[in-house]
């Protein structure tokens, strides 16, 4: 069982690898294609921009692997953005696994962008209740509310806050920067999805 | 809604956690990483960590407990001293930092700002502004790690404020330095002249003595956060004990 955390040039490699190292599983950190493939689950943790994220997708040949992959596959923050049609940060054309597009926060709402810090996570169906809890955020774009959302949060108006569509799983928030919350998010990821 | 966090702030030098009085005198007050530890056991929502041996010694900040600080905490932190270029901010969030804080380098040469915005997402980028009242006019200080080297900047907090803003910054924590260790309170003027002008997120720092004062700052303020060191570091109250107090006066956080 081992989980592959996809370097997509991001630079919380180290702590996503921890948080999965907590979890008992054994991860490695790779763009090599068939290690991706063949991954009993797949992270994709994503810092930086959609842009940046999907061009090292892309020079790895990591595209359309990642598109059929079969594995639970977890993307975080801009590493959910990039499983939508299209990121507006830099007009990205993303891959397309989940319909809808990710939107820039509207300072108008009176809210700071980026959003940073500690929001509080509802989750909408009564089996996951249980993961309802702050978790730690620090993004300047967003998904609204769809069909898939699993879990919302607000920032000036509701958005995702977790997203899910057959096996792949999609948080806005960072579960390894969200001590006991994103610990058990992290659970859930690897054992009921 | 997103909560008002609780930073406590661990002023680094030669590997131990030390605290001063207006950037003067510095004791040690403990190891980084049991406080680390402590501090994120007790609710703390990040944490912050100025190498102040750093950034008035020319040096990037000794890296080695960067990454075994990543090690024992899951909650964010931020980096500050001595970070110059793309490349340093580079090794320190690679170590697993979430943030890097820059106030002296990005004096010297704002551009730095958008590259590290650039290259790392905003989020990544906060600036440190260090910030006394001269002549009734709040300025910048530079290289204040040792008040040797410390030393007024002729640019203007306000417009200071605007141009890091516009340069991509994700975060400004806002040091009074005037208020720096003795506390009687964050400076909620200062603060709120500021906050105006401000569509980033804005932590307040310097003052903090007793839970009445984060009551104050977050009632009286619109500021995101609250960052704060000796009253944390003398075990005056714990972050728990503020977070609490703070809820009971309707203030939203983390608990």
Not at chain 1, 86 to 103: A, D, H, L
Not at chain 2, 81 to 102: F, P
Request: with cysteine.
């Amino acid at each position: 069982m081992t989980v592959a955390i996809v370097d997509c040039g991001g630079a919380n490699l180290r702590s996503v690898q921890r948080a999965v190292e907590l979890q008992n599983m054994k991860s490695i950190i790779t763009n090599d294609k068939a290690k991706v493939s063949s991954a009993s689950y797949v992270i994709l943790p994503g810092v930086g921009s959609a842009n940046s994220v999907m061009q090292s997708l892309k020079s790895n040949n990591l595209l359309e692997t990642v598109k059929y992959l079969t594995s639970p596959v977890l993307g975080i923050c801009i590493g959910m953005h990039v499983l939508f049609d299209q990121s507006e940060e830099n007009n990205t054309e993303c891959m397309g696994i989940i319909s809808g597009n990710i939107k820039k926060f509207n300072p108008e709402l009176n809210i700071k962008v980026p959003q940073m810090g500690w929001n509080k996570v509802t989750f909408l169906q009564e089996q996951v209740k249980k993961l309802d809890d702050y978790y730690y955020f620090a993004n300047s774009y967003y998904s609204q509310i769809y069909n898939h959302t699993l879990a919302t949060a607000e920032y000036g108006q509701p958005f995702t806050a977790t997203i899910q569509k057959n096996n792949f799983l999609g948080c806005q928030f960072h579960p390894e920067k969200s001590s006991h919350a994103g610990k058990r998010f992290l659970n859930y990821f690897f054992n009921e999805i | 809604m997103i909560t008002k966090r609780i930073i406590p702030c661990l002023d680094v030098k030669n590997n131990k956690v030390v605290k001063g009085i207006q950037f003067k005198n510095h004791q040690i007050v403990g190891s980084i990483m049991n406080l680390a530890k402590k501090y994120s056991n007790d609710g703390a929502d990040e944490l912050v960590f100025y190498d102040i041996s750093a950034s008035t010694e020319g040096s990037i900040v000794n890296k080695n407990w960067v990454s075994k600080v990543a090690d024992v905490i899951d909650i964010p932190f931020c980096v500050a001293g001595g970070i110059k270029t793309l490349e340093d901010a580079r090794q320190i969030l690679n170590l697993g930092a979430d943030k890097i804080s820059i106030n002296t380098p990005a004096l010297i040469n704002p551009n730095l700002i958008s590259q590290l915005s650039n290259e790392f997402g905003s989020q990544c980028v906060v600036i440190g502004m260090d910030i006394k009242f001269k002549d009734a006019e709040a300025y910048l200080f530079a290289k204040t790690g040792n008040e040797k080297t410390a030393y007024c900047t002729n640019k203007k907090a306000i417009d200071w404020l605007l141009q890091v803003q516009d340069l991509g910054a994700g975060e400004v924590v806002i040091n009074a330095m005037g208020q720096d260790g003795v506390k009687t309170g964050y400076d909620l003027e200062l603060l709120r002249s500021l906050e105006r002008k401000c569509s980033i997120p804005i932590i307040a720092s310097g003052g903090a003595g007793g839970p009445d004062d984060f009551i104050d700052v977050f009632k009286k303020t619109q500021v995101d956060g609250a960052l704060a060191a000796s009253i944390f570091h003398r075990n005056e109250f714990s972050v728990g004990q503020i977070k609490e107090a703070l809820r009971a006066n309707n203030v939203n956080v983390r608990l």
